[in-house]
Structure formats: C-alpha cells, structure tokens
C-alpha cells in the first residue's frame, strides 16, 4: 500500500510561485510514475503534470507548460511541482497521485491510469 502526503499549497497573489511536494510511502516507489491533478470547484479533475520515477519523463498540460516543473528526490521518496507564474485559474485542490504500471506504458493523463492518491492541498490564485 502507498501512502501519499501533499504539501506546500497556500494563497499567493497572481504572478507569484509555490512549490508542491508530494512525499510517497509504502511498496517500491520507483516502479510507479507519479502524476499531479488539480480539482477546481464544480469542475472534473483534470491533469497537470507526471513523471517517471525511472528515466525522468516528464508530461505537461497545455495550460502549464513552461509555468510549471516536475520533478522528483528518488533518496527522498518525493515528487515535486515547482509552479511559476500563477494565474486565478490555476486555483484549485491539487493531488498527487501514484501509477503501478510497466515501463513500456508511459505515463498516465487520466485518473483511473493511478493507483494511489494523495489527500489533497489548496492553493488560491488571487487577483
């Protein structure tokens, strides 16, 4: 079982950053590729970003690309999203999220491509 914990979300005015940790436990970390969602009020989940433990692939969605930067601290268990930029609709509760797939599967963009995810945290754009 995979235990995750978010991080680092808060209130910050536009144009400012933050940086998300996700911090994994539990089974062999390095066979899951870790993908980030968000989750805005009266919204579907939606994905943002994910990496691969193994060899450091990396997937962006359109809306963040060269905002925001995944990346992962193997010794540390952890998984990171450094986010640049920030506009009023980047708010929303951000999840991380653990995917047990083989090597040769890619990375996952959809929800139920992952196995385990994080409770949550809340980061506010103001204006």
């Known amino acids: 079982q995979v235990q995750l914990v978010e991080s680092g979300g808060g209130l910050v005015q536009a144009g400012g950053s933050l940086r998300l940790s996700c911090a994994a436990s539990?089974?062999?970390?390095?066979?899951?590729?870790m993908g980030w969602f968000r989750q805005a009020p009266g919204k579907e989940r939606e994905f943002v970003a994910a990496?691969?433990?193994?060899?450091?692939?990396?997937a962006y969605a359109d809306f963040v690309k060269d905002r925001f930067t995944v990346s992962g601290d193997n010794a540390k268990n952890t998984v990171y999203m450094q986010m640049n930029s920030l506009k009023p609709e980047d708010t929303a509760v951000y999840y991380c999220?653990?995917?047990?797939?083989?090597?040769?599967?890619?990375?996952?963009?959809?929800?139920?491509?992952?196995?385990?995810w994080g409770q949550g945290t809340q980061v506010t754009v103001s204006s």
């Open positions: 999220a653990a995917g047990l797939k083989p090597l040769g599967y890619g990375l996952g963009y959809l929800p139920h491509e992952y196995d385990y």
């Open positions: 539990g089974g062999t970390i390095s066979r899951y590729f």
């Open positions: 990496i691969r433990w193994s060899g450091g692939n990396t």
